[in-house]
């Protein structure tokens, strides 16, 4: 592992070509159609252990780019580099063009500290890049511990999306919306799904559910092989074991006399007659362009392979230098199976563990739920507030919370929605047994695997339990999960927000804008002391009380560890809000 600073000099690359999986469909945009048009538009992204850290300027119409662009950064505990090629698209996602991982052992190797060499590029091609490492010195205690990937932000507000790449047997999985009704080239059942249904290999094209991707055992037919073997596919356990299958199919030119779908890329085999290639041994069905790209399985049943290995202990090979990820939360070290390198999108274990919790974090929430009951306590009658009990201490609460019967969905009575997103809706529920009412934020556990937002949910509840200790933030009473979503109880605020305010009165007086200002401030104050800043303030997010008193809410775009010199660079926010020199990609 390398701690200290680390200055990487992306120069040029060669050899590039555009992917299968760019000219599977004819008008690539951005590519020409004809052999001799077909450029790219190529960038150059970087990542520290998966963490997204810069990108170079895209070079227009190339294969062959140079950059000769310097970057820094300080790192803690870093054990790779990765350098992932894409192609600058016009038009919706951009497209992955090539990747490398250099692992920092290599580099530090000898004791080097600085490194001068190409690196091979997964498919195809080479990458120039100059790297200098300077080691921190034992008392600097000051380097800025390594974090999990910056927000993303939901559908509604995302200014630019990065695209994580899965790799598993030297398969290159993104999330990838289909076309057209497409099966899954692993267990064969169809992908269901509106949005980016599952995932494609942008190497050989292959289609396969997200919850299947870290099942797959063929090794991608279009990958340089780590080890100079004509086996495949190949799978490793963790004692080495090594299983390999290399059963070439006899494909040969097949009409079909009904609807049938590749076995490969899951999509339709399309004409009238002569439409595709079928084995003459397994009867395996694929389009004469995927050809190329099936692995030699012949006669076997990927999905079967599959679950026998993995109830052996045996697991898919995956690419070298990858490792586990810590947890992101240093306070809270909370647990979540998210931190593997890869992660499931389809199991539920990784929500579930939302709802295990530390004692720090139930005297957080504890916390804010005493100060919760002090504020309705000022709503309630006088002679309510005698009848009712003193406060509990802090470590009273707790042993109750461990021990006792917690808050669930049948405790609530659930009377409109205040709201809808793409996370899912806000809903006014009442509390059952008192006249309590409170703001339920609901989230959908397949939205939040589907985005990877599985850390910022995280970060977002522990900034709503932080958020009781001021009081112009909405604070979180509580939360819970069902099967299929995630809960988060907050207090209600009816006044409405100040865009609506200021539609309404049409422009602000001075006295009401500085003071709406001033609380505004307070509360970024606070916020910026116990290191987060926020970033989605706009109108639509400051909400008034009954009093008139301002309190943002929608933690969502929050970001935490940021102190002293600690910097972020991440492109996120509500575009209409987002300065224009950001929006422009203008450095300054």
Not at 362 to 371: F, S, V, Y
Not at 400 to 427: A, E, T
Not at 566 to 586: R, V
Request: glycine share 8%.
């Amino acid at each position: 592992m390398f701690t200290g600073n680390i200055r990487v000099k992306i120069c040029e690359a060669a050899d590039l070509r555009l992917t299968d999986c760019m000219t599977r469909y004819v008008g690539v945009a951005g590519v020409g159609k004809g052999q001799q048009d077909q450029t790219l538009d190529p960038y150059v992204s970087l990542d520290l252990d998966e963490v997204h850290w810069n990108k170079t300027q895209p070079k227009q119409k190339t294969l062959t780019p140079v950059w000769n662009e310097w970057f820094e950064h300080e790192v803690a505990g870093a054990v790779q580099l990765g350098l992932k090629i894409f192609h600058d698209s016009p038009v919706g996602n951009d497209d992955f063009v090539a990747d490398a991982t250099v692992p920092f052992e290599e580099i530090c190797a000898d004791n080097q500290t600085h490194a001068d060499i190409w690196v091979d590029l997964e498919p195809q091609g080479k990458l120039h890049v100059v790297i200098e490492l300077k080691w921190a010195e034992p008392e600097d205690g000051n380097i800025r511990p390594r974090e999990f990937r910056e927000r993303q932000g939901f559908n509604r507000r995302r200014g630019a999306m990065r695209r994580r790449v899965h790799q598993v047997n030297g398969h290159k999985f993104m999330a990838t919306f289909l076309r057209q009704p497409t099966f899954c080239s692993h267990c064969r059942d169809f992908i269901w799904g509106l949005g980016k249904q599952g995932y494609q290999c942008q190497v050989c094209t292959c289609v396969i559910h997200k919850r299947c991707h870290q099942s797959v055992v063929t090794r991608c037919p279009g990958s340089k092989s780590i080890e100079t073997t004509s086996e495949e596919p190949s799978v490793k356990g963790s004692g080495q074991q090594r299983f390999n299958v290399n059963v070439p199919h006899r494909f040969s030119v097949h009409s079909y006399k009904r609807f049938t779908f590749c076995d490969h890329c899951g999509s339709l085999l399309y004409g009238l007659i002569r439409q595709g290639l079928q084995c003459e041994v397994c009867n395996m069905n694929v389009h004469k362009r995927c050809q190329k790209n099936v692995a030699n399985n012949c006669g076997i049943d990927v999905k079967q392979l599959s679950e026998i290995l993995t109830a052996m202990g045996i697991r898919p090979q995956d690419e070298p230098g990858k490792r586990k990820k810590k947890s992101i939360s240093e306070p809270s070290k909370l647990p979540t199976s998210a931190s593997a390198s890869v992660s499931v999108p389809g199991s539920i274990s990784e929500i579930e563990e939302l709802g295990t919790m530390k004692d720090e974090e139930l005297r957080l929430r504890i916390e804010a739920q005493r100060i919760m009951e002090l504020k309705m306590k000022d709503r309630c009658p006088e002679e309510e507030q005698d009848t009712r009990p003193t406060a509990r201490t802090l470590d009273t609460d707790l042993d109750m919370v461990l021990g006792g019967k917690k808050l669930g969905l049948d405790d609530f009575n659930f009377i409109k929605v205040l709201g809808k997103g793409s996370f899912g809706k806000v809903m006014l529920a009442e509390l059952k047994g008192t006249d309590e009412v409170y703001a339920v934020k609901v989230l959908k556990k397949d939205v939040i695997l589907q985005d990877d937002d599985v850390e910022c949910t995280m970060t977002e509840r522990r900034i709503l339990a932080l958020a009781a200790h001021h009081p112009f933030l909405t604070a979180l009473h509580s939360c819970f999960q069902t099967k299929d979503r995630l809960f988060f109880v907050m207090e209600y605020v009816h006044g409405g927000d100040l865009m609506f305010q200021i539609q309404k009165a049409r422009k602000f007086t001075e006295p009401r804008a500085r003071f709406y200002a001033a609380e505004v401030t307070l509360a970024l104050q606070f916020l910026h002391k116990n290191g987060v800043i926020y970033r989605d303030l706009k109108l639509d997010n400051i909400l008034l009380d009954s009093e008139g008193h301002c309190k943002i809410a929608d933690f969502g775009m929050c970001k935490e560890g940021i102190r002293e010199s600690i910097t972020t660079t991440t492109f996120c926010g509500t575009p209409d809000y987002i300065a224009p020199e950001l929006l422009q990609d203008i450095d300054g």
